[in-house]
């Protein structure tokens, strides 16, 4: 009896070899791609002819895939020439205001100690504006603890250019004395 089970065992063994040696002959022998590595590099894809001939689908895929790329090649770009512009822009004004300030600087008298401590007053300009804008885009509940500390006329210049909705949600976000002032003061200067 053991006999026989030891020749089962070498017969499956054969038969495993058998079979390994097989598979690696395929794997060894199997196709490789028929295209020359410089048709990789020049665009084409490995896609058989007969498929793009049956596939009128795939074929439109390929071709939108190729003219969005180079659309966004085309984007990039203009996007570089518009950045170089820009920064070509940016160094003109900046020289243009280093020259500026030279000629104010040399033209103006300095100012006094009473002028330079004085606050400066608010502007309904651009700058009020931005200032405005960035409260704006701030959390209510950041943008409550520095108006807090702001004095009266500044807090009410940026809060008068703000939407109801946001000063609401600043004013329950600050001190409820300050909160309370500042009300007083929009509902006087309005």
């Known amino acids: 009896m053991r006999v026989i089970k030891g020749l089962v065992l070498v017969g499956l063994g054969f038969k495993v070899m058998v079979l390994g040696l097989w598979w690696w002959d ?17 665009g084409e894809a490995i896609v ?4 793009l001939a049956r596939s009128r689908g795939f074929r439109d895929l390929l071709d939108a895939v190729r003219q969005r790329g180079q659309e966004l090649d085309e984007r990039e770009q203009a996007i570089k020439a518009r950045a170089a512009a820009l920064a070509a822009l940016e160094k003109t004004v900046t020289e243009e205001v280093t020259r500026l300030e030279g000629l104010l600087g040399a033209k103006a008298p300095a100012p006094t ?17 931005g200032v405005t804008k ?18 009266d006329a500044t807090a ?6 703000m939407k109801e909705k946001q000063i609401g949600a600043i004013l329950a976000a600050m001190n ?4 309370v002032a500042l009300t007083k003061a929009l509902a006087a200067g309005s």
């Open 26 to 42: 395929s794997v060894a022998h199997a196709e490789r791609p028929t295209k020359a590595p410089e048709a990789l590099d020049s």
């Open 48 to 51: 058989p002819g007969d498929l």
């Open 113 to 129: 100690a009473a002028e330079a401590a004085a606050p400066v007053p608010a502007r309904d300009g651009g700058l009020a504006v």
């Open 134 to 151: 960035i409260y704006e885009s701030m959390k209510a509940e950041e943008a409550a603890p520095i108006l807090d500390r702001l004095d």
């Open 156 to 161: 009410r210049s940026i809060l008068a250019r």
């Open 176 to 179: 409820r004395d300050r909160a």
